[in-house]
């Protein structure tokens, strides 16, 4: 993509921070939203080691950035080291966002309303009073339990390998969430794989048994390398309406960007932009993801 905008004394820097962060789609997603908008941003990603988070916290003060996002390792050092919280980067205690404001840095985590965001975009519905099985307990199925009750889910249940790490996604959730066991996904509305079993070198894996999923379910993999999991597939074949993670990609950084802007969010220019790269670069590492 070229930039319609020259870059002069005036254009200004959002940028990612990861370990590493060079593999990021974010650039590509942010500059094509910044591009199509008309605005004078640049957005760069920037390997920042373990621990330095604060440092990087400094530099957006400094640099006076448009907004940061983060990515892991750094989620929990930025979370303690800005000067506020939203409710949501509170819950999660993990920051994949920083909204400067009037000089404060404010923490928050998009990836919860980038889910349900996505599901709307997809399937075209909202999580309200259907049932949920969230696959997995790290950070983002963290972030989806918490966005599924609060976006009024009749349930949600958490199946993951670590019970202890399920029970405290239940508790993100409470009341409405709490452990299951993988049984349940068969009486599930909406299904959402949220660990990384299928991603990149283990494609060929599956998180559950396939024989669980049937008709009028919907099914989200929250992987999008490969663009079309084992776990899509088997979905598909016993007719659930299935859907990868592109979308949640996209509408995490399209919440961003309107946090940092105050613009609405280009979403098809931001949707083509990430399809472009991925089609180029198909072996992205998605660890490096915010
Ligand atoms: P994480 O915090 O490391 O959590 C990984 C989860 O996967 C844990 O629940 C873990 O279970 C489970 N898991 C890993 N290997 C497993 C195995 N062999 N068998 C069963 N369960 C296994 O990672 P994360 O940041 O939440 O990311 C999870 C996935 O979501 C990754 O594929 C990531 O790329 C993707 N993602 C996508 C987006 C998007 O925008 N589409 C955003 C964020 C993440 P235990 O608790 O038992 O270890």
């Known amino acids: 993509m070229t930039r319609a905008l020259p870059i ?10 990861g370990d590493p962060a060079r593999h990021s789609l974010s650039p590509a997603i942010h500059n094509a939203a910044f591009d199509a908008l008309g605005l004078d941003s640049v957005f760069l990603a920037f390997d920042v080691p373990r621990g330095q988070a604060p440092a990087a916290l400094e530099a957006v ?7 940061l996002s983060v990515t892991m390792p750094h989620k929990a050092d930025v979370a303690a080291a800005v000067d506020e919280l939203d409710d949501t980067a509170s819950a ?5 966002c920083v909204v400067p404001v009037g000089g404060r ?15 709307q975009h997809d399937a075209g519905i909202d999580p309200g009073g259907r049932r949920c099985v969230v696959l997995g307990a790290g950070g983002a ?13 009749e349930s949600v249940t958490i199946v993951n390998r670590t019970a202890a790490s399920a029970e405290v996604a239940a508790q993100l959730g409470a009341p409405v969430a709490r452990v299951g066991v993988p049984a ?12 990384s079993v299928g991603m990149g070198a283990g494609a060929g894996d599956l998180p559950c048994d396939p024989d669980l999923f049937g008709p009028d379910q ?10 079309e999991t084992a776990l899509l597939r088997s979905a598909r074949k016993r007719g659930a309406l299935a859907f990868n993670g592109l979308s949640m990609l996209v509408f995490q950084a399209a919440v961003a960007f309107e946090r940092w802007t105050d613009h609405p969010a280009p979403v098809p220019a931001m ?7 991925l089609a180029a670069e198909p072996s992205v590492d998605l660890a490096a993801e915010p």
């Open 8 to 17: 002069t004394g005036a254009t200004r820097l959002a940028a990612v921070i």
């Open 61 to 67: 003060r400094t640099f006076g950035l448009v907004g």
């Open 92 to 96: 999660l205690e993990a920051v994949n």
């Open 105 to 119: 840095l404010i923490g928050t985590n998009t990836d919860g309303e980038g889910f349900v965001r996505g599901l």
């Open 141 to 153: 199925a963290r972030a989806i339990v918490l966005a599924l009750a609060r976006t009024g889910a």
């Open 184 to 195: 349940d996904i068969a009486r599930a509305d909406l299904v959402v794989n949220a660990t």
């Open 218 to 227: 919907i099914v989200v993999d929250i992987i999008y390398n490969p663009f």
């Open 271 to 277: 949707l083509t932009a990430v399809q472009d790269q």
